[in-house]
């Protein structure tokens, strides 16, 4: 079952080529291919609900600098590693399920320049590939709802986390109103999707040996935040850069669902710091 599971989630995401699909993008915009910056890529590899805001938001709060080790689960194709390691000076490695967004991921960070303070890693996150006690943190944005053994993932994440370390969470939830409407951007049918409901998450976190320090409900901020997104798009139609260049024609569908999961209640967001 897991394996079908994995299956479903690389489907979801999987492009054919995506390095290919990204420069063609960027290059289409009129960026110079060159002399790339984060700024660039910002549109489409901020892969997440109000963007680089709310990672601005949650590194403050878990307080990273140069001195952290961190552990980005889900990377996809690097886009918060990238700004970490930047803003922050520490050294991110990121783990996503999706080889091609591994590869796109270096590629990217080769190009603005990070390589030497990124590295990405195709790998299963309940079951991953590090030793003990490896990371000051452990970060992940709008992952953990692809997987279904949450108990094992965040057993995981506190095994590789240093005693003291931190692990900062920004995550789609189950909202109180009644079930989520697909297509959806993290899964076309509810068989990829694997959302708990806020208590459920802090008994996880407790029950992996997780003390949790800080939680912030974000609901209402990303609800405003992707009402006016979806109402630049309904009038102006995609930009030439976006998520909808990895997500393909359906993205258009999943933006309308999932502004009725927000304004509805069906889904909530939560930014959380959990300690070892």
Not at 50 to 71: H, M, N, P, S, Y
Request: proline letters at 4%; a negative charge; aromatic letters at 8%.
């Amino acid at each position: 079952m897991p394996n079908q599971v994995n299956e479903a989630i690389e489907n979801h995401y999987a492009r054919q080529d995506v390095e290919s699909l990204i420069l063609a993008a960027l290059e289409g915009a009129g960026k110079d291919l060159h002399r790339l910056t984060l700024e660039d890529l910002a549109p489409m590899d901020a892969f997440h609900l109000r963007g680089r805001a709310a990672t601005r938001e949650l590194a403050e709060i878990v307080g990273l600098d140069a001195d952290k080790r961190v552990l980005d689960v889900g990377c996809g194709i690097g886009g918060t590693s990238r700004y970490l390691a930047r803003e922050y000076g520490c050294r991110v490695t990121g783990i996503d399920l999706t080889e091609e967004y591994c590869r796109a991921a270096a590629m990217l960070s080769a190009r603005v320049g990070l390589e030497a303070l990124t590295e990405f890693r195709q790998g299963d996150a309940v079951n991953l590939p590090f030793e003990g006690e490896s990371f000051d943190t452990v970060w992940t944005e709008h992952a953990a709802m692809n997987i279904p053994d949450k108990s094992r993932l965040y057993h995981e994440m506190y095994r590789v986390l240093k005693p003291g370390g931190s692990l900062a969470i920004h995550d789609v939830l189950a909202g109180p109103s009644g079930p989520v409407l697909y297509p959806a951007p993290w899964a076309r049918t509810s068989d990829a999707s694997f959302l708990v409901a806020p208590d459920a998450l802090r008994n996880l976190l407790e029950s992996a040996g997780f003390t949790v320090s800080v939680w912030v409900d974000v609901t209402e901020a990303a609800r405003s935040w992707f009402a006016a997104q979806l109402e630049k798009t309904r009038r102006r139609g995609f930009p030439q850069l976006g998520v909808h260049v990895l997500m393909g024609e359906e993205f258009q569908a999943m933006a309308e669902n999932q502004g009725r999961n927000l304004q509805e209640g069906r889904i909530a967001l939560a930014q959380v710091v959990a300690k070892k």
